[in-house]
């Protein structure tokens, strides 16, 4: 240490002695990696990706002072050794992305690297000083040492054509000669070759990989006690899983991917509820299908009414043979007549006067449902036999599960069974249904559900939409899928009740277009029914409560409009991308312009612009940011209406639009752009698309 | 568990022995708990408070279904046993807060603990029933266990009294009279006494506590070199550390509390920079502070021209006399002639021709620095002399750094010199000037710099400093704190440059409003120096390359108006907060408007708008939603120009304001709300301020 003479009395430095056993143990990288995404809660929980679909792997790294940095990611299944090292592409402002495709199902995991590039930062320093004109002598000396150290002690991705380009680029950098250097390929083979001095991410992060239909898929809901009409039944009887099936092939001709049918398990007669929840059941009043369980059995049981156990194995293989998949509802609910009660006691709650707990939201009762007590001291037990209760289904052919009211059972009971069940199979798929707090909703997503319901039903302004999905495509996008619904067999919303067909329209376009899974409860929508139970959101003669026959074949279904958007997403993936969404203002607010682009390159981006007002016509200009669909600021490029058939030219970033209940709701455009002909003037196909 | 009669031959629920050792140890609470802030990237850093300053901490906490959450902020000093425990307010939507004050310096640490609260869900669910008119009977008996279960193991916090009271109450629900259960502050005792089944924030997030210095402060730099003229010397000898006393009272009438001045070491000679950043020097030149290190010593030794160490450390003492400190600048430049260049010639980078490698950013070249190698095998040395820098002026009076381009050196080494300083030094205080792109900004704040110059001096329209300022108020508010300064005495913005006075006026308010600490550099922004070196945004006759003599007593300096903006940041709290400011909408987007409050609820809410436009009077309606300063809508309040004087009785949300080059450029008022007349008809004093 350079001392001055002393000039007071004390010391300085004395505390080297006291701080020197505090050092690291090895001189730290000078590179810092701060992982950005997939990330969820720094890591307590794993990202969610889909198996075949491009995984976007985002990182900040940089270093001190001005040296090029380099990142990389390491990507892996936790069930193999095998490890992808994938270099990271800079973004600028520090911010590096790497993609690739995982190509199993299960837990994966990744970790990024950075390292200062000495070899880069003095290629292309020294490319500046020679532009110059500087004399670049010792810089020449410089690289010729760096290149020396490459050969010496390579990397180990380093191949045998990068070592002999090295050896020839040596020789030169000897003698003196830089000429090489400006070659922009010696980024690839530096970063392949340099040893490292790198810095990581830390532990490695965890991503959940899944099939497509965890992430992008379109669900269509129904009650099979409702399709008497379509078998070979008397015409009032109510029907069962194998009418169901008959069911099917008009769902598959629509294009839907997921079939959703209520709890299949007998119901309850204690306390039933009558038509219109009404808490005064009739004779032959069939119950709810939430009400569960009866001397028939429980949750592993299927309703003698409805048909076998069996039966839903028919039904998941019919649905398989007609490329889609069965979805059952699974619901924690007993009746009074569970088989749990009697057998399980001590699951339940008892009161003091020695009856069980009832459900209740006070002043309100629900008599005919016991909660399961989560804080019984026979937890293990219980949590055993609700995680049986999936991998009973499991077994028998199913593999995507709604949840109902996931949000009202122990958050560590989801996060242990999902976890134990996914080990085993990781292809099974969990649909949340917690229309409750964000947060409540957002934890449910972190510990496991593949999927959420949301609050689309109740977002209606352009203004409220947007908001809604921004959120959704940033903030919460590493861990919670939206599945975006303009109604369920619980949920008629006010909007729906009097926009009449235009509402209808304008909704499952937004649905299908915005949110990558969608879905509709089936019947009711397809057939416009508006009427509600009085002062709620709920529909009149609940299918819930009663049995209903529906005559599809109506010449004002909906079906074509939903077969139509269920093909145009098949056809442009860009629609079921969430990441890309990227809005654009509008003159008029109840006009709503996105636009999405396909992760994988391939597609084509769209532009959708839909009418969400079904009571007037709406019209105006929509300012588009081009570079959202990878175009130039004032191209000139065609949008095709895949809903409308229509094409139209249109230049720069403001183009004018109607739409109108009277005529076109909405547009649902693929964007062709054209490259500028004085840019490629030798260009042969002047009409190729930008993508 | 209840099994079906077999339909398959498959065995369903066989897993269970599989997945029986895979439980947690112990059933895990139904609470989840997530905390917020502050925390920085997951508890990895350390948060930021201020002694003596409240410190909210907000955390989510929630359980599953419908039943009440109770929550806990648990903190301490890590020097200490001693914990504070303070129950958290819900403000809705599952988020809960809490506020404590730290008193002492150093790392503290907070946990968050949340539970369910089986009485407080009792006592309101009965209350429901009892207002609907159900009989509540059986809820008597369940709130009379309740009762005895807290009366047999209450929680530790349980008071006597609390206990004697919930004897009472429980004589009374054992005879079925719930009358008692509507007092609101049962809500109070049921926290202290209930038993727990806790979920807790997992490790503790640590939080460190500096002097209120390092978040709030007005600086004032310049250069003792030249403040010659106010002392006893002849009138174009260069100033010395003595003269620069001299200086300290023209500052502290200001009302400045911190006095920065350059660095202060011996300045090299071998390829000294000329005036104006010349590269040929002439005879006489003094040289830039920043090319540190000559004969006489380096970053130990003070530049035998401008005095001694024992002088910095009068200085100091001067500073203390006066309510200031004094902050030195550390630049880890060496010049070529700096002691460390012979005695550790490992430190630094050799070249092939044998010659040390001075800093460049190609094709540039800075002859006059050589640049620390901070990937030297002799790091422990380096990096424990660097630390003995600052040590040593620590042990000569000086607890304030302003640390020169942090950025350049390694991270690993601050974030180790930093703690360690720490340790030994809670009241330390060190400024990052580190003006470069934002993730290393940021992540120098995180590893420990208490405070940061920030990009202020380049936001000059309304949208920019809004945008600008809603990031450092929410994302960064945990770990970077903004140091904002209209000029330095490296930046002379284009728009000082051009904006004349009122531009200089308009610059003053914003830092000194906007920002919790903001700074000038002094005798230039007091005297309106506007003339620019050709082509950059720096002086002409840069101080940093001569000597310079000023005359602060011109009648056009703007000392009176940098003497009134401390005061008014003095006498109102409010102003030199920055989570609370909320931004309003203006007609004219010149104008910028918005509010802040005081965190400890004492001061008044202030409303400040300013005239961004150095060029033209702006005028128009300001939009202030009067809840961010506590009034409800539509309520009429007085706002108090504290710059301008002028009161004005305004009313709702809408309010007019003209600001002009020619007259005010900005109102600062604060604002004095009326409660309701009707709301409150017997108050005697209906002016009375709502805070």
Chains 1, 2 share one sequence.
Not at 44 to 52: C, D, T
Not at 626 to 642: C, I, K, N, P, T
Request: aromatic letters at 10%; glycine letters at 8%.
């Amino acid at each position: 240490m350079n001392m001055p003479p002393p000039t007071t009395p004390s010391t300085p430095g004395t505390a080297d002695a006291a701080t020197a056993g505090r050092f690291p143990a090895h001189r730290p990288s000078r590179t810092i990696v701060e992982p950005v995404s997939p990330m969820v809660d720094g890591g307590a929980f794993a990202g969610k990706a889909s198996i075949g679909r491009p995984v976007r792997i985002v990182a900040d790294v940089f270093t001190d002072g001005h040296d090029v940095v380099f990142a990389e990611a390491a990507v892996g299944s936790a069930s193999s050794d095998a490890v992808r090292t994938i270099p990271m592409a800079p973004l600028g402002n520090d911010r590096f992305e790497a993609w690739f495709t995982p190509d199993e199902l299960g837990r994966w995991n990744y970790e990024v690297t950075g390292w200062v590039s000495h070899a880069e930062t003095w290629r292309l320093g020294t490319a500046a000083k020679v532009a110059a004109g500087l004399d670049v002598e010792v810089e020449a000396a410089i690289g010729a040492a760096l290149v020396a150290a490459m050969r010496a002690t390579p990397h180990h991705a380093a191949t045998d054509a990068d070592l002999a380009r090295l050896a020839t680029l040596g020789t030169a950098l000897e003698s003196g000669n830089t000429e090489a250097i400006t070659d922009d390929d010696w980024t690839q083979l530096f970063h392949r070759c340099e040893p490292r001095d790198a810095a990581d991410s830390g532990a490695p992060l965890p991503i959940d990989v899944d099939p497509l239909l965890g992430a992008i898929g379109s669900w269509y809901s129904f009650f099979p006690r409702s399709t008497a009409s379509d078998g070979d039944v008397a015409p009032d009887a109510p029907g069962t899983l194998r009418t169901a099936i008959d069911r099917l092939d008009h769902i598959a001709d629509m294009g839907f991917d997921v079939v959703y049918i209520p709890p299949v398990h007998p119901i309850g007669t204690t306390n039933r509820k009558g038509r219109d929840n009404s808490t005064n059941a009739q004779d032959g009043d069939v119950g709810s299908p939430y009400a569960i369980g009866s001397p028939d059995g429980g949750h592993f049981a299927v309703a003698p009414e409805l048909g076998t156990v069996d039966d839903v194995t028919a039904l998941a293989a019919a649905c398989d043979a007609r490329g889609m998949k069965l979805a059952l509802d699974i619901a924690f609910n007993c009746s009074p007549d569970h088989p749990w009660v009697s057998e399980h006691p001590d699951w339940f709650v008892r009161r003091p006067d020695g009856s069980i707990q009832y459900a209740e939201n006070p002043p309100k009762k629900y008599e005919d449902i016991y909660p399961l007590d989560f804080e019984t001291d026979d937890w293990q037990a219980l949590w055993t036999e609700l995680a049986d209760v999936f991998r009973f289904w499991i077994e028998r052919g199913v593999t995507i599960f709604r949840v109902d009211n996931p949000h009202t059972k122990a958050f560590a009971f989801w996060e242990w069974a999902i976890g134990e069940i996914r080990t085993a199979h990781p292809e099974v798929i969990f649909l949340s249904e917690a229309f409750t707090r964000p947060r409540v909703m957002q934890r449910l997503a972190k510990l496991g559900f593949n999927q959420s319901y949301t609050y689309f039903a109740w977002r209606h302004t352009a203004h409220e939409l947007r908001e809604y999905f921004e959120e959704l495509s940033t903030e919460t996008i590493d861990f919670l899928r939206p599945n975006a619904w303009p109604n369920t067999h619980d949920i008629l919303t006010e909007q729906l009740q009097h926009g009449g067909r235009a509402g209808f329209v304008s909704r499952a376009i937004l649905a299908a277009t915005m949110s990558p899974s969608w879905g509709v409860y089936g019947p009711l929508f397809e057939l416009l029914e508006t009427s509600p139970r009085d002062g709620v959101e709920d529909y009149l003669d609940s299918e819930k409560y009663e049995v209903r026959h529906w005559n599809l074949d109506r010449a004002d279904s909906l079906a074509p409009l939903l077969a139509r958007l269920n093909e145009i997403r098949r056809q442009h993936p860009a629609l079921c991308d969430l990441a890309s969404i990227t809005f654009h203002p509008c003159d008029d607010e109840s006009l709503l312009c996105f636009t999405k682009t396909d992760p994988a390159g391939i597609g084509d981006p769209v532009l959708v612009v839909v009418n969400v007002d079904p009571f007037a016509e709406h019209r105006g200009f929509v300012d588009v940011d081009l570079a959202a669909v990878g175009l130039e600021y004032e191209s000139s490029y065609d949008v095709v209406d895949r809903l409308g058939g229509t094409t139209h030219h249109w230049r720069g970033n403001r183009n004018y639009v109607e739409l109108s209940p009277y005529g076109a709701m909405a547009h649902i455009f693929t964007v062709h752009g054209h490259r500028p002909a004085a840019a490629d003037a030798t260009n042969d196909d002047p009409g190729r698309t930008i993508r």
